[in-house]
Nanobody
Framework: QVQLVESGGGLVQAGDSLRLSCKAVGRTLSSWGMGWFRQAPGQEREFVARISWNSGTTNYADSVKGRFTISRDNGKNTVYLQMNSLKPEDTAVYYC????????????WGQGTQVTVSS
């Protein structure tokens, strides 16, 4: 059984920074691609960022490129999302996800952490 536990969300002002963490419990995530997604009220879940198992490749949504950075520490079984220059439109529940199997898509999801950015 794999559990992904997010933390680090909160209420901040526009222009502030936050760092989200996602820790895998039950199995090592060192061989998995990992991603961050977000869902704002009344909207569909959207992709934010992805990192390959060895940190060799990262991808970002255009809306966060240059402001957010995804990273991982396989020794700590944790993936991070550093969010700088936050905007009110970044307000959402943020989820991490693990791409474990060879089939397309993500296989495990965390419970989410709320990020609220006030103007």
């Amino acid at each position: 059984q794999v559990q992904l536990v997010e933390s680090g969300g909160g209420l901040v002002q526009a222009g502030d920074s936050l760092r989200l963490s996602c820790k895998a419990v039950g199995r090592t995530l060192s061989s998995w691609g990992m991603g961050w997604f977000r869902q704002a009220p009344g909207q569909e879940r959207e992709f934010v960022a992805r990192i390959s198992w060895n940190s060799g490749t990262t991808n970002y949504a255009d809306s966060v490129k240059g402001r957010f950075t995804i990273s991982r520490d396989n020794g700590k079984n944790t993936v991070y999302l550093q969010m700088n220059s936050l905007k009110p439109e970044d307000t959402a529940v943020y989820y991490c996800a693990a791409d474990v199997a060879a089939t397309p898509g993500y296989d495990y999801w965390g419970q989410g952490t709320q990020v609220t950015v006030s103007s």
